[in-house]
């Protein structure tokens, strides 16, 4: 059996080259070369959400290894496929390393100062119609900076970062059952469950270091029931006990009948329900306030009793397809209080235009239950990027918040705010700004037909590839000479495709950074390397660009005081002007950063501890309060007496940000329903799009490491032996998908990966060159505003 | 599995498409290497190291997807296995084995059947 510990001394980069040699003369790899002048650090791994802990080894100005890191514990010396080349991932060949602006058609070089320039005569030209669109990979200290220039320097709300195609409904679910966003749970959860629920959930491929944590276990003999939910057999489902199989969409219809059962056969925890919940349903009338969607309207229990009525096991066999049989063992796992829980989920339940209601009855079968708050006992959701967590929503780069999670539409948050960062009140703007389907949508349309944003600032993310309906949303772009596209960034990407200004950025271990990963834990790291050619870290660029403003006179750059909004002083006590690049690492600009971000953090119990903790730790894992002696404790169940400091003595769970300001959370109740686009006569089959094990997201990184990109070349569409069968359709042979959006041609790939069930088809979007999202629909969830990935209808044909 | 649906048809097919739209307007791809042993003398076949495979902590299964020969290999609680009588030797394993050191060895075949190292 493999032992976790052999792979510590694997060190990536070494092993590529000895592989390669050994594979010229076809013999076994020469041993990794030995360590000698390698000088070695930590940072979180560059890739996913899981976060775990790498250590680099720099020689001559180069990484040129990687390895698990022993002392991490979310991965325990540990890494997937991708994190061991992550290293990889700085020496692609095509990396940008000078500004480049389009001039006929063209993108030319040209110097910094033009480049900031240029930006900030754009923004200088129409403030209000200049818009961010950010990255839950930002790092916290850059996610923090834009969020400041654009909230308090430019008085303007229209920052949004892809988290909102990833995680919004994850948010909008917690923040409207606890009443504040991020799991209760942590991983420690996987190492304590009895069952686990993998809602639409593939994490052997999307999350495999958290996986193996779980299968790990078993080889161990210790007893875990895996149950995979889902529309497609996974390499999850392969492991699983138990494979459900429902129909798109209606998941929604198992967790209804799941609380049915609970309540039918008097099985729920009516202590936990009556001490620790409340009960609530969408609002009749959404529009009647702007919090009316989040917030829902109360209900007794005899109505949501009968709201459950009709989700007899029966019922939802119809609705999912999923045998009554099925439901009724979920039903009694759920009653029965001796076994422990965990319900995990990731772009399932929250690229889902009902995802908010889904992130909803998840916790509400949890509560209603008592499957919560002890060890093993959780409802956690995952994310896919590395600061999802840590910057998209913590920091809260998204359109409707404020850091530390307050939020843009309360008057005392924003006042909160204002006094922090010290500027006048009112500084802030009351509405909340364009979230990233309407950002873009009015960047695609001409100004006169109220396209009310000219410029869009992106970094760090790859919107001409990932986002949904592209066609609509990002290509319409094309041939609108008012319409300016700034793109910071490493490679070249579908984005960079219409960008009039491309920005070289430094990436990773490249400048400092922090990430917080999806179990609350912040982590930091250092500057290792030195980015190439003229490539500049992301948040000077941002501070660059705010202090051309201050010069050119714009008032908001400056605080009550009139002092420039990013002030930074060394030791001694002397300001730095790190704007001028050569002097932006005469300090640590990110511990500045971070230190004043984290005076938000306590506002909301998320409380971060000073900047040197995290370089001590491999992540903390927040609230981290301090202690009598002076030492710093992170949380790891959140809302539960036995760990977190929040909870009142006797309590034993306190929801102390209950939006009912009663110490409860929500047990909500919502209907199934139709999805927007369903499988007709002319479109017949659901297409469903998602990621692979070998690419991160749209494979900007990924597909540049040889490795990966041998080992995954390029996308596919997966489809049933049968349904092939039917059509005539060859193994690789290239077909076309086409949407009511367009068409897209690509190789079908019959008993591959996945197997999708009849009538179902599965395209991956980490590929530039084909892609799925020309034809996706994005439908969006009405309170999380997040598009739906993952259904719409399709047909197939020859090519 | 009938032969409309071989793996040989979807991985003679697999590279094809993308040669031809490899020149593209974005940036120049990375191509996958070529079988090593599609110009090697000798005839080959295909062993998994098994202490450098990453099957059983990152979920890789590449070579086992990725192996053109129908029964060539198989996976054995989680673990690829060749069976050598089976392995043409093209190499393809070894090709697409993305391990930090590659876990698919090209040796030269003597016997008819190759002893796996555990
Ligand atoms: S599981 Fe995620 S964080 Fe861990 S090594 Fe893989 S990509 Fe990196
Ligand atoms: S060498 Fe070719 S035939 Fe043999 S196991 Fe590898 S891929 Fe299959
Ligand atoms: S491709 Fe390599 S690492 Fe992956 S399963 Fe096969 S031998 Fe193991």
Known sequence: MIQRREFNRMTALA???????????????????????????????????????????????????????????????????????????????????????????????????????????????????????GSGQWTIPEGYAANKFIKAGLSSNHIDPNARLCMASAVTGFLSVYGVDEPAGCYDDLDKCDVLILWGNNMAEMHPVLFSRVIDRRTRGERVTLIDIGTRRTRTSEFCDHYLEFRPHSDLAIMNGIAHLLIKKNAFDPKFVEKFCNFRQSPKDPAASPTAPLNGEAMSFDDYKAALEPYTPEHVEK?????????????????????????????????????????????????????????????????????????????????????????????????????????????????????????????????EKGGDIRTIWVQVTNPGQTLPNLHRFFKAKAGQPDKFLIVSDVYRTATTELADLVLPSAMWVEKNGMFGNSERRTQQWFRMVRPPGEARDDAW?????????????????????????????????????????????????????????????????????????????????????????????ETKFRFSEFDDPYVKKGAEIQFYHSVTKDDKALIWFAPAEKAAEEPDAE????????????????????????????????????????????????????????????????????????????????????????????????????????????????????? | MSDTLSRRGFFAAFRRPFERRAAPVLPPVIKAEQPAAASAPVAKVAIVQGRFCIALTSFCAACVERCPVSGAMKKERGMPMVVADVCTGCGICHDVCPAPRNAVLMLPRRQPSTPQPA
Not at chain 1, 27 to 37: E, K, L, Q, Y
């Open chain 1, 15 to 133: 092993a590529a080259a000895a592989a390669a040699k050994a594979r010229a003369q076809n013999a076994p790899a020469a041993p990794a070369a030995s360590n000698d002048g390698i000088a070695w650090d930590k940072a979180p791994c560059r890739f996913c959400g899981t976060g775990c802990h790498v250590r680099v080894g720099v020689k001559n100005g180069r990484v040129v290894a990687i390895e698990g890191d022993q002392l991490a514990e979310v991965n325990k010396g540990l890494l997937c496929v991708k994190g061991y080349h992550v290293g990889l991932a700085l020496y692609g060949k095509d990396r940008l390393t000078q500004p480049l602006l389009r001039r006929n058609g063209v993108l030319e070089p040209i110097s910094w100062e033009e480049a900031v320039e240029t930006i900030s005569q754009k923004i200088m030209a129409a403030p209000e119609q200049f818009a961010i669109y």
């Open chain 1, 319 to 447: 609705l999912s397809g999923v045998p009554a049989e099925k439901i009724r063992m979920l039903g009694d796992l759920f009653a029965d209080k001796k076994i422990r829980i965990t319900s995990t989920w990731c772009m399932g339940f929250n690229q889902h235009s009902r995802g908010t209601n889904a992130n909803r009855l998840c916790h509400g079968i949890h509560l209603l239950s008592g499957h919560f708050g002890r060890p093993g006992d959780a409802p956690t959701s995952l994310t896919g990027q590395p600061s999802a967590c840590g910057t998209a929503r913590e920091v809260g780069t998204m359109c409707q918040f404020l850091p530390g999670g307050l939020q843009i539409l309360n008057e005392e948050h924003r006042h909160e705010a204002e006094h922090i960062w010290n500027v006048p009140q009112g500084r802030i703007h009351p509405k909340i700004g364009h979230h990233t389907m309407l950002m873009w949508e009015r960047f695609c349309t001409p100004a």
């Open chain 1, 541 to 633: 660029q941002m501070i660059a660009v705010a202090r051309r403003l201050h010069d050119l006179g714009h008032a908001g750059m400056k605080d009550k005081d009139g002092r420039f909004l990013f002030t930074f002083k060394n030791d001694k006590g002397e300001e730095v002007p790190v704007w001028e690049w050569p002097r932006y690492y005469d300090v640590n600009v990110d511990k500045a950063l971070f230190e004043e971000y984290r005076l938000f953090s306590r506002h909301k119990h998320k409380d971060l501890a000073p900047y040197d903790e995290y370089v001590k730790a491999r992540g903390l894992r927040w609230p981290v309060v301090q202690q009598a002696d002076g030492s710093w404790r």
């Open chain 1, 683 to 799: 479109f017949p089959f659901w297409l469903c799009t998602g990621r692979v094990l070998e690419h991160w997201h749209s494979g900007s990184l990924t597909r540049r490491i040889p490795q990966l990109h041998a080992s995954m070349p390029h996308s596919y569409v997966e489809m049933h032996p049968e349904d092939a069968r039917e059509k005539g359709f060859t193994n690789g042979e290239t077909i076309t998908v086409r949407t009511r959006r367009g068409g897209l041609r690509l190789p079908v790939w019959i008993d591959g990966r996945g197997h999708p069930p009849r009538g179902s088809l599965f395209i991956p979007f980490f590929d530039e060159r084909l892609l799925c999202n020309d034809i996706t629909l994005g439908d969006i969830d009405p309170v999380s505003k997040q598009p739906d990935y993952k259904k719409c209808a399709a047909a197939v044909a020859r090519a």
